[in-house]
């Protein structure tokens, strides 16, 4: 699955690019994708020691609150809160994505391994196939919060929502990202794929899957 | 017999693909019984307790107490 994060800030703000966002404090969910995500978009935007974060809630509902209360300048989301912060007049000043990816156990059967990949190729295929029908899983998500129930199919913006089949982790992306967290201090000691990725399983398990992407 | 395997909890943004797979009987039609696990509500903790260093994730943990073999990162 392919996540799309975006920095968003709220309808009053005076910021309109990620450049604006130099020493203004940014809500990241530290320690999730979206939080590097943002990262990312941030120092892409401005030199390292002008980003400036906050801690931000896991929630992005809780974010996206914080963002209209004015508790912080602007915030990372993700899909639906991408799409409720929009319909709520806010503005996306930089838009990105990122692999999800597997962390499975060293004990990981790989049977059941290539079986959960050929399940999530046919899934993949399907969501391509009519991305409009299978928007609702974002909205059951957020069963209870007003703001999201009131969506519709219709709102969601299909290209923020990117599916693509599964495969090996390509190592020189592994690397790089290892590389670009030790780089902030967020993780510690060299990069070491055989350590990272079990090559032996992934790779019998992507083969033992091909099956299915050949038809 | 159906092989196991215990994931823990996807949403759509980073796990539609799952999500579908499961309501569609993809996983069932592989012989996969595919199980989600889900933190209990007590024990998930907010990003907004960490820090960039010392961050608070709830991602991991049932794997890591042997609860599930895999979670999306």
């Known amino acids: 699955m392919i996540v799309c994060g975006a920095l968003v800030v709220s309808p009053t703000s005076t910021v309109y690019t990620p450049q604006e966002l130099a020493h203004k404090r940014v809500a990241l969910d530290y320690g999730n994708g979206t939080a590097y995500a943002g990262l990312q978009m941030l120092e ?3 030199p390292r020691e002008a980003v400036t974060t906050c801690a931000g809630a896991t929630s992005p509902a809780e974010r996206f609150a914080g963002l209209m209360r004015g508790d912080f300048e602007a915030t990372v989301l993700q899909e639906p ?6 319909k709520a007049g806010c503005r996306l000043v930089s838009t990105t994505f990122f692999h999800g990816t597997w962390v499975a ?15 999530i190729t046919r899934a ?23 703001a999201v129930e009131v969506l519709g199919p219709d709102d969601f913006n299909l290209g923020r929502i990117q599916l693509k089949e599964p495969g090996p982790i390509p190592e020189p992306e592994a690397r790089w990202a290892w590389d670009w967290m030790a780089s902030w201090g967020l993780i510690a000691g060299a990069f070491d794929v ?3 990725i079990n090559r032996a399983v992934e790779q019998e398990a992507h083969e033992l899957a091909a099956g299915v992407r050949a038809r | 017999m159906a092989m196991t395997m215990t994931i823990e909890r996807v949403m759509a943004f980073m796990g539609l693909d799952v999500l579908v797979a499961r309501d569609e009987g993809l996983f069932e039609a592989e012989g996969l019984d595919l199980r989600i696990a889900a933190l209990p509500p007590e024990e998930i903790r907010s990003a907004a307790e960490g820090t960039p260093t010392k961050p608070t994730t709830n991602q991991g943990k ?8 895999m979670f999306q990162a």
């Open chain 1, 124 to 146: 993949v295929r399907l969501i391509n196939a009519d991305k409009r029908r299978y928007v609702s899983y974002f909205i059951r998500d957020w069963s209870g919060h007003p």
């Open chain 1, 81 to 86: 809160w991408i799409t409720v912060a929009e």
């Open chain 1, 194 to 196: 055989t350590t990272q």
């Open chain 1, 105 to 119: 156990t060293p004990d990981v059967n790989v049977d059941a391994y290539a079986a959960l990949l050929r399940a």
């Open chain 1, 44 to 46: 892409g935007a401005m």
């Open chain 2, 62 to 69: 049932l794997q890591a107490r042997g609860h599930a073999q």
